[in-house]
């Protein structure tokens, strides 16, 4: 069984390719490059390097968001349309679990987090048994102290994970003091194959076609327009 | 005997969602397009943000339906084509890496084209293109006079200076209360009318087949104040009309003009606004009087959709253009020649 995985939900790619459980190749760089000018030809070359053709894949994976609205629409949308005319599965898998995979083996609270400016993040809870991730708060789009005060009441030491920790981490520390620590570079990074780890335990997509990403935030025109249909019902 | 090719095309610069396959660079197979127009129409105008979550909704939906329509395989084909540019940057980025993957699986060669060459290659699906042409492209986002010696050869020689013609119908659309888009609105009220407010023309400079909206979008603009000061009421009807007829007026002449001096053997309209009634009598007349072959194709080539992308990409496959796994959507990209 070989799958392709592909993450550009945020700043970082990552792509991979993994045969049975064996990783033969994998490309991640945390440059900021553009996704939309460089998914593909990684692709193309990670293909190039493990010296395999597309129809050799059985399945794909895809981070499918939250993150970057066009860096999760990049991805999706090379992964549905190669899923679409090679005939396979695809599965999506939320891009903070891929980011708090890399804390897979810790056995305790891990809070995978993403900037989303104006104080918000994308984030989610989620806790190890040390071979898996178990959901303990839902991936959303939160204000900082909304997300602090829920990890508070958790009571436990947390692992934060994610580029963009190094942006709230004093906050983070007023806040929680000892309770919280933080993965090393390294471990910020998500990784294709990982991603791909964790497709292989779900079910594939139902309806390809339909398959979107979880932006997990009405886009901002469409919010506007929804509390103004609702100023006009009420009045 | 020449074996028969097929490209793909693949558009989605604004608010279409297009798949196409053409057949030897002028006969359509197969024809697709998902508009995004009552979505869009929530917000009065296209919004980027909200255009390029549809793309990503509709655009494996559109490639499959292409290939259904013309009853043919990925293996059938010989190239994709794709808009690189110009359009929106989040929206060109879903065809393109769409084309991206979609060669990359069945080991196609891809080729970025132009939107506006696409346009003008609209008319290959029509009638061979004879040449000198001039093509003028009329549409929410553009407004070109394009001169053509050869097939993959454009020369620019006039633009707009600020807003689209199609652009200035929508704004003038929402001065008088119409909805969006503006243009099938404002030709309506226009044809019906008896007579028209006497709106300015901005001709520009007298050798210059550049244009400019803006000054007569405030024209309206200021109309419409003066007469609400004094407390009277605008009459859509001879609003629309007048606007209408100075548009109308300068595009014609300077189209005219340009066919002209440069001894055009055919004359070509395309664009979202080529789809406007008293444009084209316009400039059926102009030139049935002038005696050149005057074309504008049918609405389902004048809008945005793939049949042209895919023409225009016929052209290019065949000068042996070729693209590869790093083009990008290319939000000001210019007109460049091929050949
Ligand atoms: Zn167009």
Known sequence: ?235 | MKKDYYILGIETSCDETAAAIVKNGHEIVSNVVASQIQSQQRFGGVVPEIASRHHVEQITLVLEEALREAQLEPADLDAVAVTEGPGLVGALLIGINAAKAFAFANGLPIIGVHHIAGHVYANQLLQPMEFPLLALIVSGGHTELVVMKEHGKFELIGETRDDAAGEAYDKVARVLGLPYPGGPHIDRLALESGSAIEFPRAWLEPDSYDFSFSGLKSAVINYRHNLEQRGETIDPHQVAAGFQESVIDVLTTKTLKAAREYKVKQVIAAGGVAANQGLRFSLEAAFEKEGIPFYVPPISLCTDNAAMIAAAGSSMFEAGVRGNMEMNGRPGMPLKSWN
């Open chain 1, 1 to 235: 069984m070989m799958w392709l995985g592909i993450d550009t939900a945020n700043t970082p790619l990552s792509v991979a390719l993994v045969r049975d459980g064996v990783l033969l190749a994998e490309y991640t760089s945390s440059m900021a490059l553009n996704h939309s000018l460089r998914a593909m030809k990684a692709i193309e070359e990670l293909f190039e390097k493990a010296d395999v053709t597309p129809q050799a894949i059985d399945a794909i994976a895809v981070s499918e968001g939250p993150g970057s609205y066009t860096g999760v629409r990049i991805g999706v949308t090379i992964a549905k349309t190669l899923a679409w005319t090679l005939g396979k599965p695809l599965v999506g898998i939320s891009s903070l679990r891929v980011m708090a995979g890399n804390a897979l083996l810790s056995g305790g609270i891990i809070c995978p987090l993403v900037d989303a400016r104006r104080r918000h993040v994308y984030s989610a809870i989620y806790k190890s048994d040390g071979s898996g991730l178990q959901q303990v708060k839902e991936d959303g789009h939160y204000a900082i102290e909304t997300l602090l005060e829920s990890i508070k009441e958790i009571g436990q030491p947390v692992l934060f994970v994610g580029a963009d920790i190094s942006l709230y981490r004093e906050e983070i520390e007023s806040a929680l003091g000892e309770l919280a620590s933080f993965a090393p570079q390294p471990f910020q990074l998500p990784r294709a194959s990982l991603l791909i780890h964790f497709a292989e335990q779900e079910e594939q997509e139902e309806d390809l076609h339909a398959f979107v990403p979880e932006y997990r935030r009405v886009a901002e025109a469409e919010a506007n327009w929804l509390a103004q249909q609702k100023k006009g019902t009420q009045s």
